[in-house]
T-cell receptor, first 114, second 114 residues
């Protein structure tokens, strides 16, 4: 499978715990994006990497959220001290550089905070 | 604030009907408009539109963009039950050099019945 992959696919955690999600983009894609999607809404942009550099962060990304892409390949998104409002689908997307290439999405990680 | 508005929010049609989904937008640094189909998983790419008046077509689906009036439509002819999904409109905005992010609408939920 050469698409974007995400792990885990589902995560249930108790409020206050830390969670970490992983995204493996399509191999030749140097751009990587994280989005969050809640029920009945479209995905909302969280952050963007070009290679290993995090170039843009949304105001939605509070101090409890941190994302890394240390070697410019896979990325991790960590949420510390989870809250019930963090329950959502976390989507990762990747793309080639340039204006002509669109973003392709992974299957997402569904987080439920109890 | 940048926004993308889709209408209708939901739609129920009979198999064989033709449907038109609408997307209007107000964004600062428009680059392109994209349509995605989302079933019970991540969004899958349908179309990218960058120029006004040029119809993109893929089988029974087609889409067109009007950059003057800031809207796009997605048409589906001879609908089938497999077309049942949420159709997401997203506008690509540039923010850092050639980098970009997607701003999504809330989607149109289409249900095709027998």
């Amino acid at each position: 499978d050469t698409g974007v992959s995400q792990n885990p696919r589902h995560k249930i955690t108790k409020r206050g715990q830390n969670v970490t999600f992983r995204c493996d983009p399509i191999s030749e894609h140097n751009r990587l994006y994280w989005y969050r999607q809640t029920l009945g809404q479209g995905p909302e942009f969280l952050t963007y990497f070009q290679n290993e550099a995090q170039l843009e962060k949304s105001r939605l990304l509070s101090d409890r959220f941190s994302a890394e892409r240390p070697k410019g390949s896979f990325s991790t998104l960590e949420i510390q001290r989870t809250e019930q409002g963090d329950s959502a689908m976390y989507l990762c997307a990747s793309s080639l550089p340039g204006q002509l290439y669109t973003q392709y999405f992974g299957p997402g990680t569904r987080l439920t905070v109890l | 604030e940048d926004k993308v508005v889709q209408s209708p929010l939901s739609l129920v049609v009979h198999e064989g009907d033709t449907v038109t989904l609408n997307c209007s937008y107000e964004v600062t640094n428009f680059r392109s408009l994209l349509w995605y189909k989302q079933e019970k998983k991540a969004p899958t790419f349908l179309f990218m539109l960058t120029s006004s008046g040029i119809e993109k077509k893929s089988g029974r689906l087609s889409s067109i963009l009007d950059k003057k009036e800031l809207f796009s439509i997605l048409n589906i002819t001879a609908t089938q039950t497999g077309d049942s999904a949420i159709y997401l409109c997203a506008v690509e905005e540039s923010f850092t050099g050639t980098a970009s992010k997607l701003t999504f609408g809330t989607g149109t939920r289409l249900q095709v019945t027998l």
